[in-house]
Structure formats: C-alpha cells, structure tokens
RNA sequence: GAGGAGGCGCAGGCGGUUGCGAAUUGCCAAGGAACCCCCGUUAAAAGGAAACCUGAAGCAGUUUGAGGAAAGUCCGGGCUUCCGAAAGGCCAAACUUGCUGGGUAACGCCCAGUGCGAGCGAUCGUGAGGAUAGUGCCACAGAAACAUACCGCCGAUGGAGCUAGGCUGCUAUUCAUGUAGCGGCUGUGGCUAUCAGGUAAGGGUGCAAGGGUGCGGUAAGAGCGCACCAGCAGCGUCGAGAGGCGCUGGCUCGGUAAACCCCGGUUGGAAGCAAGGUUGAAGGAGCGAUCGGUUGGUCUUUUUCCGGCUCCGAGUAGAGGAGGAGAAAUCCUGCUUCUGCGAAAUCCGCUAGAGGUGUCUGGUGACAGGCAUCCCAGAUAGAUAACUGCCUUUUGGGUGGCUCUGCCAUUCAGAUAACAGAACCCGGCUUAUGUCCGCCUCUUCCCGC
RNA sequence: GCUCCAGUAGCUCAGAUGGAUAGAGCAAUUGCCUUCUAAGCAAUCGGUCACAGGUUCGAGUCCUGUCUGGGGCG
C-alpha cells in the first residue's frame, strides 16, 4: 500500500457493511461504494439501528477524528494474473493519494474495478476517481 | 562463413519528484516506580520524581525490502497436531516404484555407466524385471492367431481308358522304311477319387504363420546334416555390476504385462501454518471449611500399597450482593472449569537455514569435507511502489570522412525489457519468458592459407 | 492450502471392455412443398477427438507430461 495504515480499510466488517448500505456511483472502469462514517463508539450497536438520533449528534463533533479509508475490490475475472491487478490496486492508491488533500474525512470508501479496466493507464484512473468522487460528495468540487 | 548440438550467465544502468512496510536509534504524551517532601504510631493525604522500567500514536535519523521461475502444486522432506503403535519377525494392505553402480535428509530427482533406438556427427531419446506360474485378448483377412493343413509338393490304394507315350492287331497307301485311320493290351507321365498318409520348402492372408541365407540331403520336404548370422543354455574370461568378449552345446520357444497378474522393491496413518499454541469477546456447567466409613461401585497397568472420583454418615452453615421464609427460583458481580477465530480479534509460530559467498582438498561427476566471511523480505484487503528524465542496445533515413558491396563519426525518427508478485520453510521436476541479451565448448559442410 | 471433474462438428451431448470411413439433435446450405414465409420432407456441408510424447499391428479409448475451463472443502 502506498497509504499510510490508517488511510487503509481493512476489516472485513468494514466491507460488508459498505456494501450493505453504502451509496453507489459509477464509471466506465470503476464503481464506488462509500458510507458515510459513524463514530467508533457507536460503531458496535450498528446493527441493532435503535440508537440513531443520538449518534448524528455525536456525529458532529467527531467526524474530525478518523480519516477516510480506502478499499479496493478487484476480481480475477478483471485479469487472472496478479501481477495485473496488483498494479491496478497501486495505481488507483496512487491516484487517491494524489487527491487526498481535497478529500472530505470521515468516510469509508470502496472502489471496485470493472472488467477492462486493464488497459488504463494512470491518468484515466486519476480522472475517473475524481469524477466519482465529486459525484459522492466525498470531494469538495473544486 | 553457413547450419547444428550441449552448457552457463544476466534478469538493464544512473538519477529526479511524491510515497509504503520492517528493524533499529533518538525525541516525546502517558503510566509504573526506588526515592524526595510531608507525617510521627492517633500516621503514611496531597505534591514532586530526566536513577530506572514500560512505551500507543507521531516526528527525525540509519539500515533494509520479491523470483529464476516467487507460478503449476507433479513428487520428496522438515515442522505441528490427532489417531495408532511402541522392539523385531511373518502375513495382509497400499504405493505403482522396476537395467547397474553411486550421490542425497529424502525423492518418481541428479551423476556416471550398460543395453536398445535415432542421427554423417557433436549428441539426443529410453516406463529397460517376468510371456516354459496361470488367465485373457490378437478386429478384418486367412486353412490356421497357438496348434491347425486351403492351394501346392510327395507317397499309397483305386478309377476311367479321355489325353501324351510304349507294345501290338487290322485296314488304306507306298518298291520299302514309313504315314494315316480304326481297335486291343499296358498303367510310365498327366487327369480324377480316397487316405483320421507325409510335409511346412513354395503360394495366398495378415502387424505377426513355428529362426534367416546358402549348400548338401530327401519320395517330397524338414536343423535331417553342415557353414555363417540372430536367439537360447552352459562354461571360461574381463568388469564392482548391468553387461562385454571367446568357446561349446542341443538346434528353437508368436505378440501383448502403459490387460489381469507373478516376482522384486518401498511404506505407521491422517491432516495441514486457516497446522498448533498464548491472551481472550462470547457461550455452557458449576461454586461448602473439616472429619469419619471401607461392607459397595469405578478409574489409574494384573496383584498389594497409596491415591482420585462416587456413595454413606457426622458436622458447619454454604463465594459476594440484590431478592425472598430461604442453602430455592431469577438477576448482577467474582472465582473454578469446559468450548472457543464465522470476534475470519491479539501475540507467538515467523524466519540462522539440509543458508549464501569465496577459497582449498577428495572425487570422472552428482557431491562431500575443511577454512574464512556474511546475515540477506517478513506483508496479512496483503508493503517492496506511482509518475518521469537521460544513458545503454538496436532499426531506418540524412550528412560527412575513410583503407568504400563496407566501416567510423554525427544528427533526426522509431523501438528498448519479456514471463511474472513472497504468504511456514527447504530439495527437485514441469511450464511461461528476452531489449535481434551475452558467453563458453563441441560437431558437419563450404571457402582461403 | 487441499481436492474433484470436464475438454469430441458453429451449439448441446453420445461413443461400456482398443478394431476399419467417429455418431445424434439443433443450427447452416441446397432442393421439394406453398402465392410467399414458417412448419414439414429430402439431401448436403461441417471434426488437428484440448496439446505433446509414448505403448500397441492399430489409440477418441491405455500410459506419462502439459494447457485451458469449471466446481467442492477447510
């Protein structure tokens, strides 16, 4: 990963999660999946969903303090070989690196890569990522 | 110079901007803490604390960070747990290993050799035990595919009197020999029939038909005899052995075991680092200080002793709290114990190894041994990078020079790194792969001297 | 990490113990039928049996090694 460890999504919870309720954009090469992150210490009762009023309030005050993480999906049906999709993966951290700065903190984002997506090179990622990102709201317009 | 065979090496280099993981050092929040201060047995509160220890996150420095195949998962190990057994033998089962000798921790791998096959050769290939232990199969064709005889050849016994002959009678003709016609006898050759005849030379069929070629031999034939070749057996000799060479012998046995099988060989089995352990969220079960009884039951190895559990009796009042009449239910907490990664949690396992490099010695070699030296990835939604400049190499065009079918210099344009990503670790095998990549040895042909 | 299965015509599948020229349905092409089309009928076309090597007289089938695709378990 070029991303710090604190930049990076890691648990699987974390995944499935996004993915159940996370909103959805997409592009020719790429799908976005970002949910809009709760403070850790009601992260627990998430799936019990009774205490929501009161998390949008602490919501507020401490949105500041986790930063926004990434994920990124890539299947082998997009290329069997891993030398292929491993360097899709650095490229997109890349790119996201390179937009960290505009980047709205408190989100858990995850990006999948569409069939085809093998022939792009870095700046069609970087474009692609932006447009999503924008679209989401995750990134101020500029 | 052209073509070919074998082997080895490398896995482009130097930067720029922005970044990631690990180790380590320092700084640092915070905690612990000897101690200081305070107090003075009616006490030890509050506060301080850069001796020292721990040290999240962060910052800074240093070091370091994919492969020859990391791949396929086709073999062999190490390591771990469970089951079984505990040493050896026999049987069974499994493996599906199978020329010989060696190497190795081990192997189905490697090395050296033998036989066979391919190539002019360098070299290459080889699943290379047994077909008189038994069973099966060998389509079609063919008489017959494993034990028979279709045609043919030969023999024996017959038949007809057709045919070629032999002997002979009559008639015609001729001077005569003879010739022609019609008969008779004979059974040599042919023809034909038969033989539970002989034969395996020849024909035909087929991948394959009972060793091959030649001479003799025989009624015809045949290893029936001989010579040479191939194969088999025995002996001698060389070799460690597979085997090589030589001599002798009786002459002969289809193929298929990558069909079943037989023989030999090997082997504890199963799972795999998501092994397995530590901490432990969660869940289940439970919680009594002490003494006595062996007539009981059961477990630890048969017996004895000792001991554990259970049982019976005494006794105390039964973890703490809420609750309640309470030693009840129920709830919370604590403790004991069991389960426990789908809580895909934490940490360990986790990288010093059948290790790398250099060198010497032994060996034809695989390899082994000695010495010196080095420490060289440990990620876990998975780091080792993203973007980019120049060089290198090379192709084409232009210009210039020279010793001019070319070479050198310069310039412009293009191409320029393939295959591929550690996931517990090693040894092999296999597969993928190159910027016109580089190097060495050998071989064949051509040209020149 | 472990493990199983498949690969045969454009598509979906047969082909049991090796035997001659590898079949079926659909599709395609042509003809018949019909005013025309569909349906129907008849004929035709189409195969490196995934690849390579081997055993055998002979291999889709047996053996060995690869490649590709798909599934299962922890």
């Given at each position: 990963?070029?991303?710090?460890?604190?930049?990076?999504?890691?648990?699987?919870?974390?995944?499935?999660?996004?993915?159940?309720?996370?909103?959805?954009?997409?592009t020719?090469?790429l799908?976005?999946?970002?949910?809009?992150?709760?403070?850790?210490?009601?992260?627990?009762?998430?799936?019990?969903?009774?205490?929501?009023?009161?998390?949008?309030?602490?919501?507020?005050?401490?949105?500041?303090?986790?930063?926004?993480?990434?994920?990124?999906?890539?299947?082998?049906?997009?290329?069997?070989?891993?030398?292929?999709?491993?360097?899709?993966?650095?490229?997109?951290?890349?790119?996201?690196?390179?937009?960290?700065?505009?980047?709205?903190?408190?989100?858990?984002?995850?990006?999948?890569?569409?069939?085809?997506?093998?022939?792009?090179?870095?700046?069609?990622f970087?474009q692609e990522l932006?447009q999503?990102?924008?679209?989401?709201?995750?990134?101020?317009?500029?």
């Amino acid at each position: 990963m070029a991303l710090p460890k604190h930049y990076r999504l890691r648990k699987r919870q974390d995944f499935s999660a996004i993915y159940r309720s996370g909103l959805r954009q997409s592009t020719v090469h790429l799908t976005l999946r970002a949910l809009r992150q709760i403070s850790p210490q009601s992260l627990a009762p998430l799936s019990r969903s009774s205490t929501s009023h009161q998390s949008a309030e602490r919501f507020t005050e401490e949105s500041s303090l986790r930063p926004t993480q990434l994920g990124i999906s890539i299947s082998q049906k997009v290329s069997k070989r891993a030398v292929v999709r491993n360097r899709i993966k650095r490229r997109l951290r890349a790119a996201f690196r390179a937009l960290l700065p505009q980047i709205l903190s408190g989100w858990q984002i995850v990006i999948v890569v569409k069939p085809g997506a093998t022939q792009c090179d870095y700046e069609q990622f970087l474009q692609e990522l932006k447009q999503l990102l924008i679209k989401a709201e995750v990134m101020h317009g500029g």
